[in-house]
């Protein structure tokens, strides 16, 4: 299985920075893609960034030029730049790893809190 320790987060000011980082550990051989989503009261869970195994991200167009998201190894890292209150939400990192070629269900997770607000 596959298990995520995120850190990071808290309270920064519109036009702060701040920085996420999430780690995987667990009985996978490779993980084929790593990344961010986020879920704002009374909202849907919407992706944030993604970035492949081969290095390939992609971006929500809510973020691009703000957010950067890339990855060491089995540790994702996102550094969001110019922040706005709307990125106020509960961030959870995401998985999708394998084990000798056999996909595991994507893992979760538990979410860490970004608020941005003066």
């Known amino acids: 299985q596959v298990q995520l320790v995120e850190s990071g987060g808290g309270l920064v000011q519109p036009g702060g920075s701040l920085g996420l980082s999430c780690a995987a550990s667990?009985?996978?051989?490779?993980?084929?893609?790593m990344g961010w989503y986020r879920q704002a009261p009374g909202k849907q869970r919407e992706l944030v960034a993604t970035?492949?195994?081969?290095?390939r991200t992609n971006y929500a167009d809510s973020v691009k030029g703000r957010f950067t998201i890339s990855s060491n190894k089995n540790t994702v890292y996102l550094q969001m730049n110019s922040l706005r209150p709307e990125d106020t939400a509960v961030y959870y990192c995401?998985?999708?790893?394998?084990?000798?070629?056999?996909?595991?269900?994507?893992?979760w997770g538990q979410g860490t809190q970004v608020t941005v607000s003066s």
């Open positions: 995401n998985a999708e790893a394998m084990r000798y070629g056999v996909s595991f269900t994507p893992a």
């Open positions: 667990g009985s996978f051989t490779s993980i084929k893609v």
């Open positions: 970035v492949t195994s081969g290095g």
